[in-house]
């Protein structure tokens, strides 16, 4: 089975169950359990929306631009009068 033909098979089933919820909605009326079933149900709607929305983006990944890092040393002026990461400063000490 293909990725759209899952998705398509999810979002009968979904279907479905959003029309399962509606009837136990008007059999059961709105209470709390009710609201967070149908909230529920709304999320998984939504969640399923982005799926396919991703599954219909471009067949190949974006991969992010590579960084090229020089070889050549750091300038040492990087490192001088700055407090070492977690240790604090140099003239204070540890309580």
Do not use: C
Not at 16 to 40: C, F, I, P, T, Y
Not at 42 to 65: F, I, M, N, W, Y
Not at 67 to 81: G, K, M
Request: proline share 4%; no cysteine; charged share 30%.
């Amino acid at each position: 089975m293909s990725v759209h033909d899952d998705l398509t098979s999810v979002q009968r089933t979904l279907d479905e169950l959003l029309r399962s919820v509606g009837r136990l909605e008007q059999q059961l009326g709105g209470g709390l359990e009710m609201r967070r079933v149908r909230a529920d149900a709304d999320h998984l709607r939504e969640s399923v929306a982005l799926l396919r929305e991703v599954s219909e983006g471009p067949a190949t990944a974006k991969r992010p631009a590579l960084v090229t890092i020089s070889d050549a040393p750091y300038d040492i002026s990087l490192w001088t009068d700055t407090d070492d990461e977690g240790l604090g400063a140099r003239d204070r000490h540890a309580p």
